[in-house]
């Protein structure tokens, strides 16, 4: 298991564009976010590419590709075929194999995103495949997943506690989930979304336009 943090100064030295990941549990939204990220890079001027991770299809991807937020053949799909925390942590080949082509394609690509299947708590990313990583919970799932200590929710450079136009309906107190999940995370980054409304989404953009292209 990688445990190594990701602190950017002990990014690989690979040169080409930034990797990102996105994991987090089935249906906490990371394929909306990455809907809505797709305009808020392109109104920032970022050149992006998308890798997504299925276990036996490549839904995610099409479904990006019928979005028409992003040229389809920016959208490459990895069939991870089993636990889809093995291909980003254990043996992230396929997922650099397809971060490589699109960068091979693309020339001018400056971020890919790599969405990871949905997963449990502990799934956490290789630093060997992305520079910096989010794990996307959502307020559905119970407002106790940031107390449960899961490696995902501490370990990532970037917490998004998804889906805030759903607390009232299933009564979570919003406020002290927010508040569990920072004390988890010892004050490391967080982000509130509502990926309907869009909330949330523009300083997500803005965050990883700064630390991680630094611009
Ligand atoms: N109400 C609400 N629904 C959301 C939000 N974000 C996503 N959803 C819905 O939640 C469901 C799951 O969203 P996805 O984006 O497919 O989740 P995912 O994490 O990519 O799912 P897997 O790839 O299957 O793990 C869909 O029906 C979305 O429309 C949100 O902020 N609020």
């Known amino acids: 298991m990688d445990t190594r943090t990701s602190s950017l100064s002990q990014l690989p030295s690979r040169?080409?564009?930034?990797?990102?990941?996105?994991?987090?549990?089935?249906?906490?939204?990371?394929?909306?976010?990455?809907?809505?990220?797709?305009?808020a890079f392109a109104a920032r001027g970022v050149s992006l590419a998308i890798v997504t991770n299925d276990l036996v299809t490549a839904e995610d991807a099409e479904r990006i590709r019928r979005s028409g937020l992003i040229d389809p053949a920016r959208v490459a799909a990895v069939e991870a075929g089993a636990c889809p925390h093995t291909v980003i942590r254990e043996d992230p080949t396929l997922n650099i194999a397809a971060a490589d082509d699109l960068e091979a394609l693309f020339p001018d690509v400056e971020l890919i995103l790599i969405e990871s299947g949905g997963d449990n708590l502990a799934s956490t990313f290789s630093l060997d495949l992305v520079d910096w990583w989010m794990f996307v919970i959502d307020v559905a799932g119970g407002d106790d997943i940031p107390r449960k200590n899961g490696p995902g929710v501490l370990k990532c450079d970037l917490l998004v506690v998804n889906k805030t136009d759903l607390a009232p309906y299933v009564g979570v107190d919003l406020a002290a989930m927010a508040a569990q999940a920072a004390t988890a995370r010892a004050g490391r980054p967080m982000a509130l979304t509502n990926c309907r409304s869009n909330d949330g989404v523009d300083a997500i953009a803005d965050r990883i336009v700064s630390d991680v292209l630094f611009r």
């Open 15 to 39: 040169v080409g564009a930034a990797r990102i990941g996105i994991g987090g549990p089935v249906g906490s939204g990371k394929t909306a976010l990455i809907e809505r990220l797709i305009p």
